[in-house]
């Protein structure tokens, strides 16, 4: 069973516009969430993280809300640009279990111009 | 500084055939992870490491081994290939596993078993 789900396989958004991806978990133990960016042929790269006592964390474009309650992320771009075109992945992590990585199946934004 | 890097880019293994993918880091990192991804997948734990000498099995170890004898170097060894195999396998470390240390990533193998 998927304890972390990306129901959108893919998105497309117009250039300047926002661009949200979500993130859903099933493990009320989670205490941290992360989101990766991966381009093709390369590994992913950290983009921006949350502490589950947090609801908000926001670097630059990028802005990650956690509502717990719904045991629901989402990372919001704004304004998204085509360099953000790219297969973005919530991954998240539990004290308990060693901290390592749950990972969801990705979602693969396309930024058009 | 190179950050983690992976060889061989891309391999095609016959079934019962062995091989081992390299993966080294210069960033003095303590931890080592070794991921597979299949597609349409996230990634899943195979193996990592908390420092020279220490392994330990990740959510997908069968099928696999790993040392790590040094710091830098995580080496990931399939024995026996079989088509279940076939995947993209990424090697990442980190400075410590605790948030919010980020895992760096190679830029990966594509293994094909056939």
């Known amino acids: 069973d998927q304890q972390v789900k990306q129901n959108s396989p893919s998105l497309s958004v117009q250039e300047g516009r926002i661009s949200i991806l979500n993130c859903d978990y099933t493990?009320?133990?989670?205490?941290?969430f992360l989101w990766y960016k991966k381009y093709p042929a390369e590994g992913p790269t950290f983009l921006i993280s949350?502490?589950?006592i947090k609801d908000k964390n926001e670097d630059g474009r990028f802005t990650v809300f956690l509502n717990k309650s719904a045991k629901h992320l989402s990372l919001h771009i704004v304004p998204s640009q085509p360099g953000d075109s790219a297969v973005y992945f919530c991954a998240a992590s539990e004290t308990d279990s060693n901290y390592q990585l749950i990972w969801g199946a990705g979602t693969k934004l396309i930024i058009k111009p | 500084n190179a950050g983690v890097t992976q060889t061989p880019k891309f391999r095609i293994l016959k079934i019962g055939q062995s091989m081992t993918l390299q993966c080294a880091q210069d960033?003095?990192?303590?931890?080592m992870y070794w991921y597979r991804q299949d597609p349409g997948m996230g990634l899943k734990l195979i193996y990592y490491?908390?420092?020279?000498?220490?392994?330990d099995k990740g959510e997908v170890p069968n099928g696999y081994n790993v040392s790590r004898s040094t710091t830098e170097d995580f080496p990931l060894r399939l024995e026996l290939a079989a088509p279940s195999q076939t995947s993209v396998y990424f090697c990442?470390?980190?400075?410590?596993?605790?948030?919010?240390?980020?895992?760096?990533f190679g830029p990966g193998t594509r293994l094909t078993v056939t």
């Open positions: 493990n009320s133990m989670f205490d941290y």
């Open positions: 490491s908390v420092g020279a000498g220490i392994t």
């Open positions: 949350i502490s589950s």
């Open positions: 960033m003095n990192h303590n931890y």
């Open positions: 990442a470390s980190s400075y410590d596993s605790r948030p919010p240390y980020e895992q760096y």
